[in-house]
């Protein structure tokens, strides 16, 4: 800690989410935000923004070239939670772990990560079940699907071996086995629904989790900033830092 008795941050993303992530730090006490950068400005993040214990990244993948040259210039810890990222940019965070406490997630929400945990068990359970995977999202969300979508097909096919289709049109024949579908529905200001479904023969089972608001992953994500700035160098999962499981590396 180098601001009193407050763990230094610099937050990257000054839109809703970021406002919300400055509130929550300086409410929660045990944080100092020390400067904060949107993607207008984050090339400052190369040179001249100080070092900060921690960075906290809730901003736009353009902005990920400063945020990786922050944490290699600095040896900050990273929290990162900016979605849309292609597989290649997901890698360049992971290595950050090899000097620095660094976590991705696309969802910080602690009821989400309990859904995650509880549809690997029930795609393991269900084996050679029908699985479709449908999320929500506000009308001004840019991606689709969602990041959590993502983890959830990860936790349904974890050695990425299905077909996955991303909606359906037209005559698209019966639904081959083994398919996975994914559904982007859009609309209003609903802040995040993912259903995941398992049909059977004469049988169906629906995981649902129902986001009513941003502040629950505005807090998911300053409880695990407080895991995180105690940590050694690693790549840490939501999971592993709540759960207590051991980093991918170190």
Request: glycine share 10%; net charge negative; hydrophobic share 40%.
């Amino acid at each position: 800690m180098t601001s009193g008795n407050a763990y230094t941050v610099t937050l990257i993303g000054a839109g809703r989410m970021g406002t919300l992530i400055a509130q929550a730090l300086e409410a929660d006490g045990s944080f100092a935000v020390t400067g904060t950068y949107d993607v207008d400005s984050a090339s400052q993040l190369d040179v001249d923004a100080p070092t900060a214990d921690l960075a906290i990244d809730f901003s736009n993948r353009a902005a990920l070239p400063h945020t990786l040259a922050y944490v290699r210039r600095t040896g900050c810890a990273l929290l990162s939670g900016t979605t849309g990222y292609s597989d290649e940019e997901l890698a360049q965070i992971r290595a950050l772990g090899e000097k620095s406490a660094v976590i991705h997630s696309a969802n910080y929400s602690l009821g989400v990560a309990v859904l995650r945990r509880v549809t690997a068990e029930a795609a393991r359970a269900l084996a050679g079940w029908d699985v479709e995977i449908v999320e929500t999202h506000h009308n001004q969300k840019a991606d689709a699907p969602s990041g959590t979508a993502n983890m959830l097909l990860d936790a349904v096919d974890p050695g990425h071996e299905a077909d996955v289709v991303y909606g359906r049109e037209g005559m698209v024949g019966a639904r081959p086995q083994g398919q996975i579908g994914i559904h982007s529905l859009r609309g209003g200001t609903v802040a995040g629904t993912h259903e995941v479904h398992f049909f059977g023969t004469d049988e169906e089972l629906c995981l649902t989790h129902r986001a009513t608001s941003r502040q629950i992953f505005v807090n998911g994500a300053v409880a695990a900033a407080r895991r995180l700035v105690t940590k050694g160098p690693g790549f840490y999962t939501f999971d592993q830092l709540m759960f207590g499981d051991e980093p991918l590396n170190r």
